[in-house]
Every structure is written in structure tokens, then in C-alpha cells.
């Protein structure tokens, strides 16, 4: 899209984030590129407690550097991909992380992200519920891997909601996990 075109939609970011324990290897972040795009991630590591916390931290590190030092000519595959380089080449080969980056640009509404086999992010366009793609593997477990990325044009009213198992796989008092398709009914 020409720059010359107005603003067709303005970015709100409303992050909530609960640990079940007092740590967890959730995580969730922002960041402008420049002054227009922003860049979006989420990701949880594979286990519990303060390994998992400990290695998310040293994943949003990772990412920040990269970003800094790319800065807008940056794509989000080529970013998950050096992510996962770093993580297989510095951990065990039981760490590994789900994780999804997007970079949102303000000035032509597109959202362009890679899914590394994070659970599939939901866009709410006209009361309808679409899940985006997953777009390759979790990060660290293989020392190379080829990530692709998807793009879409966001409109005024879309809702675009990402999270992680740690929403839908609580239990009830009586076992019954919450779910994908509560949290579908909910959005």
C-alpha cells in the first residue's frame, strides 16, 4: 500500500498473564520496528518452574537482540529461525519452546507472522472464528529448520487473540478441561 493512504486501523494491545505456579515459561512481549511496525510474540516452553522461566528469558533476550540488531529489514521467519539456531545450539534437546512472532504494520494494516507450532492464534472478523496457519516447527529441537510466514490484511473490527495452552487446559472441579471451543464461544 502507497504511505500516502491514511491509517486504515490503529493497534490496541490488551496482555493478560497469570502464572499457575509462581513462575511459568509462558511468555508474551511487544516492540516497535522503526516507527510504524510493531512486533508481536508469544511462546511457552515445554515444562514448569524456574528452568522453563529461566529459558524464556533467555528466549525474549534473544529476540530483543535480533530485533535491535536487525531492525525493520527483519522478518519474522528469518527471526524464528535464528531463535531456534540459538536455542538448539545452547540447550539440552529436551528444551524446547512453541513460539509465534508478528510484526504488525500501521500504515498498510498488514499482520505478517511465522507460528513456530504454537497453538494457532484466532482472528475474529465478522463474529466468525478463523485459526491462522502454523507455519513450521517448535523452536530448539532441530538445528535447522526452514520457517515460512503468512500475511493478512487486519480490518477495522478484527479481533486477533493469541494465548497459550495455559488458557484452555485448566481443569474444572470435575476434570473437564476449558478448552478450544469455550474459548471460541467466549471470543
Not at 507455519?135 to 478484527?158: I, K, M, R, W
Not at 493469541?162 to 471451543?181: A, K, L, R, Y
Request: proline residues 4%; negative net charge; aromatic residues 10%.
Amino acid at each position: 500500500f502507497p504511505r500516502a493512504l491514511p491509517k486504515l486501523q490503529t493497534l490496541k494491545i490488551t496482555a493478560i498473564c497469570r502464572a499457575a505456579r509462581l513462575v511459568s515459561g509462558d511468555y508474551y512481549d511487544y516492540a516497535m520496528l522503526g516507527d510504524r511496525v510493531t512486533a508481536l510474540a508469544i511462546g511457552d516452553v515445554a515444562g514448569k518452574g524456574i528452568s522453563a522461566a529461566l529459558l524464556m528469558a533467555a528466549l525474549q533476550s534473544s529476540l530483543r537482540a535480533h530485533i535491535q540488531d536487525l531492525g525493520d529489514a527483519a522478518s519474522p521467519s528469518e527471526l524464528v529461525a535464528r531463535l531456534n539456531r540459538q536455542l538448539y545450539e545452547n540447550t539440552s534437546p529436551e528444551k524446547y519452546a512453541t513460539f509465534c512472532l508478528g510484526f504488525y504494520d500501521e500504515d498498510s494494516s498488514i499482520f505478517t507472522y511465522t507460528n513456530a507450532g504454537h497453538v494457532p492464534p484466532v482472528l475474529i472478523r465478522d463474529g466468525k472464528a478463523h485459526r491462522l496457519d502454523i507455519n513450521g516447527t517448535v523452536v530448539g529441537a532441530f538445528p535447522t529448520v526452514t520457517y515460512e510466514q503468512s500475511s493478512l490484511v487486519l480490518e477495522c473490527g478484527d479481533l486477533l487473540a493469541w494465548f497459550t495452552d495455559g488458557v484452555t487446559e485448566p481443569e474444572s472441579e470435575f476434570g473437564e478441561m476449558f478448552g478450544e471451543d469455550r474459548l471460541m464461544e467466549l471470543l
